[in-house]
């Protein structure tokens, strides 16, 4: 598995960890999340992956408002609500990264729906896949 992917994987699962605590201390606590999954890994929080990681999370949580919004207005006839906890996580990272890095559209469209594959059900691939095909289009506009 690429750097990048390990990282987004992560990014994904310390997102996912957050949808269940709703409190003020938020923010900070993604970094408190982003130690805890990483402890157990092979590097540090020096390692490259760690922090791109760490920007996809840090990114992620300062713009979620303005993420929230694109995936609501791209989601048709699903409310935002209804989205499974982990296909948001996954969503979140790749419009992140659709709207505020430079990577490539189709790698980023790649690795999310990689993601889902790995860890969502089967129809989840097409939902992301779609929404994301839809914002990319929007974004290159």
Same mark, same amino acid.
């Given at each position: 598995?690429?750097?990048?992917?390990?990282?987004? #994987?992560?990014?994904?699962?310390?997102?996912?960890?957050?949808?269940?605590?709703? $409190?003020?201390?938020?923010?900070?606590?993604?970094?408190?999340?982003?130690? #805890?999954?990483?402890?157990?890994?092979?590097?540090?929080?020096?390692?490259?992956?760690?922090?791109? =990681?760490?920007?996809?999370?840090?990114?992620?949580?300062?713009?979620?408002?303005?993420?929230?919004?694109?995936?609501?207005?791209?989601?048709?006839?699903? $409310?935002?609500?209804?989205?499974?906890?982990?296909?948001? $996580?996954?969503?979140?990272?790749?419009?992140?990264?659709?709207?505020?890095?430079?990577? =490539?559209?189709? %790698?980023?469209?790649?690795? =999310? %729906?990689?993601?889902?594959?790995?860890?969502?059900?089967?129809?989840?691939?097409?939902?992301?896949?779609?929404?994301?095909?839809?914002?990319?289009? #929007?974004? =290159?506009?």
């Amino acid at each position: 598995m690429g750097m990048r992917r390990k990282g987004r #994987e992560i990014a994904i699962k310390v997102l996912y960890s957050l949808e269940y605590d709703e $409190s003020e201390e938020t923010i900070d606590l993604y970094k408190i999340k982003l130690e #805890e999954m990483t402890e157990n890994e092979d590097f540090n929080n020096q390692n490259k992956i760690f922090e791109f =990681a760490s920007n996809l999370v840090e990114g992620t949580v300062e713009n979620k408002d303005e993420i929230d919004l694109k995936i609501q207005h791209h989601s048709k006839n699903w $409310s935002f609500d209804q989205i499974a906890h982990l296909d948001k $996580s996954i969503l979140r990272v790749a419009v992140f990264e659709l709207l505020f890095t430079d990577t =490539a559209p189709p %790698i980023i469209m790649n690795e =999310a %729906i990689e993601i889902t594959k790995k860890y969502c059900t089967d129809n989840s691939g097409k939902f992301v896949n779609g929404i994301l095909n839809a914002i990319s289009k #929007e974004n =290159a506009e």
